[in-house]
């Protein structure tokens, strides 16, 4: 049974850092491109950063929102089955509900971590 589990939500002060972890199982990581989604409250659900591997193991892609550009780093642990976002300098228009997506030859959602950036 395939699984995407976020953790590391929660809330912060704006410039603060938070660091979400998405723990996959029952599929293989490298097979799959991972990207974290977001959706902030009365807005879609939009596209925060991704990873995918062009060669199966080492070798990787990144992409990013331009609104998280510089502050935001998507990483991975292959061994461990986990992808990474670092996220640093946080601001208010950070909160939303944070999604991890996998897909390649299946197509799985988490059920999301909240982030709350505020004074």
């Known amino acids: 049974q395939v699984q995407l589990v976020e953790s590391g939500g929660g809330s912060?002060?704006?410039?603060?850092?938070?660091?979400?972890?998405?723990?996959?199982?029952?599929?293989t990581?490298?097979?799959?491109?991972?990207?974290?989604?977001?959706?902030?409250?009365?807005?879609?659900?939009?596209?925060?950063?991704?990873?995918s591997f062009s060669d199966g193991s080492r070798s990787d892609n990144t992409s990013y929102a331009e609104s998280v550009k510089g502050r935001f780093t998507i990483s991975t642990d292959n061994t461990k089955m986990t992808v990474y976002l670092q996220m640093n300098n946080l601001q208010?228009?950070?909160?939303?509900?944070?999604?991890?997506?996998?897909?390649?030859?299946?197509?799985?959602?988490?059920?999301?971590?909240?982030?709350t950036v505020s004074s």
């Open 12 to 27: 912060a002060q704006p410039g603060e850092s938070l660091r979400l972890s998405c723990v996959g199982s029952g599929f």
């Open 29 to 51: 990581l490298v097979d799959y491109a991972i990207g974290w989604f977001r959706q902030a409250p009365g807005k879609g659900r939009e596209e925060v950063s991704c990873v």
């Open 92 to 115: 208010p228009e950070d909160t939303a509900v944070y999604y991890c997506h996998a897909w390649g030859p299946g197509d799985y959602w988490g059920k999301g971590t909240l982030v």
